[in-house]
């Protein structure tokens, strides 16, 4: 797949209807958004359009409606389980009080509040639809003139968006003349408002600025790195990282493991891990990455001294007991949290000489300020480096940005499941739909 896209500069898109995907899948918290910035990052590309005389229709899911689904609720598998594991005579009552609760998620989800903050930041002129592909949608899309802006209800109301139905495809895709996705979160969702409606429609395709940026940072970067390129990983799971970690070892100078899967790599090289997080089914995984690693010229960077606890923590922002031990020495009671001081600076020294640095994953239980010190490590390391530097989404993204750093980072990606199939050279469908220059 090809990352040279055409953008909305390269098409002509005055007096013609435009369907734009955006990503305001915003955090809210009892009907307050309490970030925007996603709604932010999406200004550039509607003021462009706006100005140059589209007639602007946004669409976006928002969250994970409550089976929500056209005009009916359903329950999904596990509450239906939960529900049918109960006395007869209790079920049609608990199957009452599912239904009720996820009717709530129409209000909770609703892209309405979405449409308020945009009408604040552009000064009005934002008309919300409340529906997707409806009546109400399509007057308010038939009564548009240029330089108007619509927005569409969630488009995860129905089920018909995550199966990338045919039909939901162009009755969404008919709105419009031209397709524009400024989502690089869903790009790699196979959705039916990220790519049925060129797949079914047949839209003309082209990216706005947000994916504009991503794929050529990004884009760039693994194709063409400045080298020394090193890439750091944490989080959880080796599993989670299986051809993230293959495809980088084809590409990378150095290569940092953190985070809970690194006591997978650590129990590959012999070492007791204790308590520690363990794939066991993907240690002979890591000895032949850890192999390759070496057949390529690869360094592979492993922590050498690890924060311990005899107890991960409850609640998970609370207070800690913990101990800093060498990695090949971890007591059978204790877990490895974070990495220890000695590997902070190993990994920032890493860091310091290279020109190229992807960073996707905490390296410790970030949620926790005790705990937190290894991924605040490398989030100044990074700050600090004159190299190209770029970070995944999650915890990774918000270190930098709760630290200040994020005016230091080259870029910090808007889509942590996106760019982590980048990351594996997977194809994004989102952004594979999209014209070549």
Request: charged share 25%.
């Amino acid at each position: 797949m090809t990352y040279n896209k055409k953008t909305i500069e390269d098409i002509d898109v005055s007096g013609k209807k435009v369907l734009v995907r955006c990503d305001f899948n915003v955090p809210v918290k009892d009907g307050v958004i309490t970030s925007d910035k996603r709604i932010v990052e999406a200004l550039p590309t509607i003021r462009y359009l706006k100005a140059h005389g589209a007639m602007v229709i946004l669409c976006s899911h928002m969250g994970k409606p409550h089976n929500v689904l056209d005009e009916k609720l359903k329950l999904n598998k596990k509450e239906i389980a939960k529900i049918e594991a109960l006395p007869a005579e209790e079920q049609e009552a608990a199957r009452a009080a599912a239904l009720e609760k996820a009717a709530k998620d129409r209000k909770k989800l609703s892209l309405s509040i979405v449409a308020d903050k945009l009408n604040e930041l552009l000064g009005g002129g934002v008309v919300f639809a409340t529906d997707t592909v409806g009546a109400d949608a399509q007057a308010k899309v038939a009564a548009m003139k240029p330089g108007d802006i619509v927005l569409l209800e969630n488009t995860r109301f129905t089920a018909a968006e995550e199966k990338n139905d045919p039909e939901f495809s162009r009755k969404l895709a008919a709105f419009a003349e031209i397709f524009v996705n400024d989502a690089f979160g869903t790009a790699h969702r196979a959705h039916a408002s990220t790519a049925g409606v060129v797949q079914y429609a047949g839209l003309p395709a082209v990216c706005g600025y947000l994916i504009q940026k991503e794929i050529s940072v990004m884009g760039k970067a693994l194709a063409d790195p400045e080298r020394p390129f090193v890439a750091i990983l944490g989080g959880a799971k080796v599993s989670d990282k299986l051809n993230v970690i293959a495809n980088l070892l084809t590409k990378v100078d150095t290569l940092i493991i953190g985070g809970g899967m690194a006591y997978t790599f650590l129990a590959a090289k012999g070492y007791s891990v204790g308590k520690s997080l363990l794939d066991s089914e993907k240690i002979d995984y890591c000895r032949e990455m850890m192999a390759t690693a070496e057949k390529n010229g690869v360094k592979l960077l492993l922590p050498v001294d690890t924060t311990v606890a005899d107890h991960f923590p409850d609640p998970i922002d609370g207070a800690i007991d913990v101990k800093v031990v060498d990695s090949d020495k971890i007591p059978d009671d204790m877990e490895g949290l974070d990495i220890g001081p000695k590997t902070m600076a190993l990994y920032a020294d890493a860091a310091k000489i290279a020109k190229t640095v992807v960073w996707n994953g905490p390296m410790g239980v970030f949620e926790n300020p005790t705990l937190a010190k290894g991924t605040i490590a490398v989030a100044q390391a990074l700050a600090d480096s004159d190299a190209i530097s770029i970070v995944g989404g999650g915890d990774s993204a918000a270190a930098c940005e709760q630290l200040g750093f994020a005016d230091r980072i080259t870029h910090i990606s808007t889509g942590g499941g996106a760019s982590l199939e980048f990351l594996e050279g997977k194809e994004l469908p989102g952004i594979a739909c999209l014209m070549d220059r």
